[in-house]
């Protein structure tokens, strides 16, 4: 319920419209990867997915932010389901892309932001592994790039109050580990297919 | 709550009810022709656009019934989505972000502010004076000179347009004018009638016998035979409202006629942006339609110009 006016009102604010570029809203396991230029990339991907897969789908969010605070708290864990990772003191234990192979496992479909941090500018920057990582150990798991665009105009990294612009998801077809297919070549396919989706 | 509800206001709610209802039989025997998919793609746009009619006509009549405050709110919130729509397709930059924040949520509710309380200094001057010298500042403020003249330019041109502009509409309640004291709302609905009905009329001219372009660069689907068929057309029936308005037959027809005229220099005008942009609509809130800003684009330049001389002449 909560969830549910979260995300209409996300969706308001932002005018989000969602483009599915060769890829369909089906009850599949799988990871959407983004490009992340803004705070509010996350929620507003969340929001732009069907009701019934946005249930199923969780974010992957940095713990560090998302557990500042006890707001910030409720939202993760409450309203976004979100699974936060460690960004900064990475050990065998905490390992992100364990927490993320676990999560899939449970049946979860996952929002990641491979650039690891917001970057301004429209094209993407190069890929941390993780992403690979995940579809050498997953290799059923179908890989989804999202461009989003607009949202570093609507909240622009070190501002905290959003101006009401009109935001694009671009969801494109999904891409899976080829045979033979070594880290960098993959994680540059991928970075090349997001940025495919920006419409200039 | 008052209503405001009189005799006009039903008949002419009346009239454009029964207006939809004919293109809704028009396009339902359109449908039942055979043709090729443009025809089909014809038909079904014509019908998303009687759809998007249907709630536009809802919506208004509503508004007018329930009241000026709620009047003047129903054009804010339309200023807003056009603005909203209008900035997303100017490139704007890093640097502009406190200034567009300024823009949507400070400077279009004063000023709607200023149309509510009847404040008409404030309301004439408060955005191309304060407005026009506090955004150039704000942007400067945050030092980027990037583009600078480009990037203010554009917002201020929004603003003029999508709230200045428009606002003009709603303005129309505050004029006192004699022995018209009361029925403003009707002067309102004149004027929003004729500006639409000159866009449909247009349209329908140029689709049936539309061969001459004026403009191909910019808009090819405005003809010499669209813009006087359906100029002319919905100045004569603009003329036919003369009883609801405070003016005499004859300068009813002008007046249809000049809102009519300036109507399509405002769709000719904010089509030369979408132009200059690439892009074919301002947005796709109102189905068959685009965005908002496709709709009252011809307002706009109508209003402003239509309630100068009302207010000039008439109070």
């Known amino acids: 319920m909560i969830a549910e006016s979260t995300a209409v009102l996300i969706r308001l604010l932002c005018g989000a419209q969602t483009r599915w570029v060769g890829a369909e809203p089906l009850f599949r396991r799988r990871v959407y990867f983004c490009n992340h230029t803004s705070n509010l990339d996350t929620v507003v991907l969340w929001a732009a997915l069907p009701p019934a897969l946005r249930r199923l789908t969780r974010p992957v ?29 990475v050990t065998t234990q905490n390992n992100p892309v364990n927490a993320m192979l676990a999560a899939l496992d449970e049946g979860a479909s996952l929002i990641l932001f491979p650039e690891g941090t917001r970057h301004p500018g429209p094209e993407p920057r190069p890929f941390k592994s993780g992403l690979f990582h995940l579809a050498r150990k997953r290799p059923d798991t179908e890989f989804f790039p999202v461009y989003l665009d607009n949202l570093n105009r609507v909240l622009p990294k070190g501002e905290l109050l959003p101006v009401p612009l009109l935001a694009n998801v671009a969801i494109g077809a999904p891409l899976r580990l080829e045979p033979d297919e070594d880290k960098a070549a993959f994680l540059e396919r991928a970075r090349l297919a997001v940025w495919a989706l920006h419409q200039p | 709550m008052n209503l405001y509800f009189d005799t006009q206001i039903v008949w002419l709610f009346a009239g454009v009810v029964a207006l939809l209802g004919l293109a809704a039989v028009v396009s339902t025997i359109l449908a039942r022709r055979p043709g090729g998919p443009e025809h089909a793609a014809l038909v079904e746009n014509l019908r998303a656009r009687l759809r998007s009619w249907w709630i536009m006509v809802a919506i208004i009549f509503l508004t007018i019934v329930a009241g000026e405050i709620f009047t003047v ?21 890093r640097g ?16 709607y502010w200023y149309v509510g309380t009847h404040w008409f200094g404030m309301f004439a001057i408060f955005i191309p004076v304060y407005a026009f010298l506090f955004i150039p500042l704000r942007s400067a403020l945050a030092g980027e000179s990037e583009r600078y003249l480009e990037r203010t330019a554009k917002i201020q041109w929004g603003l003029m347009v999508c709230v200045y502009c428009l606002s003009h509409v709603p303005a129309l309640l505050m004029l006192p004018i004699e022995g018209y004291e009361g029925e403003n709302a009707k002067l309102l609905l004149f004027l929003v009638l004729v500006v639409q009905l000159s866009d449909v009329l247009q349209y329908v001219f140029g689709k049936t016998l539309g061969r001459r372009p004026i403009a191909p660069r910019i808009s090819p689907n405005k003809t ?80 402003p110009i239509f309630f100068h001389i009302t207010r000039y002449y008439f109070t």
Not at chain 2, 96 to 111: N, S, V
């Open chain 1, 61 to 89: 969010a940095a713990a560090d932010y998302w557990k500042r605070n006890a707001f910030r708290r409720y939202l993760a864990d409450k309203v976004f389901h979100a699974l936060l990772i460690e960004r900064h003191k």
């Open chain 2, 73 to 93: 709110i129903l054009f804010a919130i339309v200023s807003f989505l056009a603005l909203r729509e209008f900035i997303t397709m100017t490139p704007t930059h």
């Open chain 2, 224 to 303: 010499w035979e669209g813009f006087i068929g359906g100029v002319l057309t919905a100045s004569l029936l603009g003329a036919c409202l003369w009883k609801i308005t405070p003016y005499t037959p004859w300068q009813t027809f002008g007046l249809a006629l000049l809102i009519a005229l300036m109507g399509f220099a405002g769709g000719l005008v904010m089509s030369a942006i979408k132009r200059d942009r690439g892009i074919k609509d301002y947005g796709v809130l109102l189905p068959g339609h685009g965005g908002m800003m496709d709709r009252i684009d011809s307002l706009c330049f109508a209003a």
């Open chain 2, 96 to 111: 502009d972000h406190r200034a567009l924040f300024w823009t949507f949520f400070i400077i279009t509710p004063l000023h």
